[in-house]
């Protein structure tokens, strides 16, 4: 039997995520209109973003030159172009980042290792506190392949998220890989016409769900909470010469 408190905990939820942005990239291989596998698992969060009235923004990076390098305008240091400061702007704009990737031979895409290079080439900027400018946003992951890797990826996307700044919620991960090898992926047609493979898959479909929803709560409790609080994290007032409780080396 459905437990009464966990019924009346999600009957009763009125959350207003209005407020919120959110950025989906998807780091597929293939650039548009060419059908995307990782675009067609991203659906199952944009799905519920939109329908919370989070405002959405969806980029697939292929489609742009990013130029390879960790600064954040590579045109400054040799590149004939680099797309990457337009893209920075959504990227900064949003409450939520829910980066898509394909698994290729055990790995993130190309694409993505070049998203997350380019990411890191912000994480020296600091937000108006002081913090590192990706304190109070939050970001999760979703992964298609066709081989195993969906926990190996998210846990190096998800470090580097992390590891720049971003809040990672509880179980902000999600994928699809069908049968290792050569076959169907994500969402083609299935040949005895009756779907489409993948999306019956409760699984894929429950987990997909569950990091949406997290990642949504954990961006409305940092917002209401006007982010993380920035003692004991100021990058500027540690230059300034503030310690926060750290011990003296000297006395130690």
């Given at each position: 039997m459905l437990d009464e408190t966990q019924q009346k905990l999600c009957d009763e939820n009125t959350t207003d995520f209005s407020d919120l942005t959110a950025?989906?990239?998807n780091c597929t291989l293939k650039p548009s209109p060419d059908g995307s596998h990782t675009d067609k698992l991203l659906g199952i969060p944009e799905t519920i973003l939109v329908r919370n009235d989070v405002s959405l923004e969806q980029v697939r990076?292929?489609?742009?030159t990013i130029a390879p390098g960790v600064y954040p305008d590579m045109t400054q240091h040799g590149a004939a172009q680099d797309d990457w400061p337009a893209i920075w702007e959504k990227v900064k704009a949003a409450d939520i980042l829910i980066i898509g990737t394909p698994i290729w031979l055990g790995e993130k895409s190309s694409v993505c290792q070049r998203l997350i290079e380019r990411l890191y080439a912000h994480s020296g900027?600091?937000?108006d506190k002081g913090q590192y400018i990706f304190y109070g946003k939050v970001g999760g992951c979703i992964v298609t392949g066709n081989e195993d890797g969906i926990k190996h990826v998210?846990?190096?996307?998800?470090?580097?998220?992390?590891h720049v700044g971003y809040t990672i919620p509880p179980?902000?991960?999600?994928?699809?890989?069908?049968?290792a090898g050569p076959g169907p992926s994500y969402g083609d047609a299935k040949e005895d016409g009756?779907?489409?493979?993948?999306?019956?898959?409760d699984f894929t479909r429950r987990n997909s769900t569950f990091a949406t929803w997290n990642l949504m709560h954990m961006a409305r409790m940092l917002k209401n909470a006007g982010g993380i609080p920035c003692h004991g994290n100021s990058v500027d007032l540690w230059k300034e010469g503030r310690r926060f409780d750290a011990p003296n080396p000297e006395y130690r």
């Open positions: 950025l989906t990239i990076l292929v489609d742009h900027q600091t937000n998210a846990m190096g996307v998800l470090y580097s998220l992390q179980q902000a991960d999600a994928g699809w890989i069908g049968e009756s779907g489409y493979v993948g999306f019956d898959n």
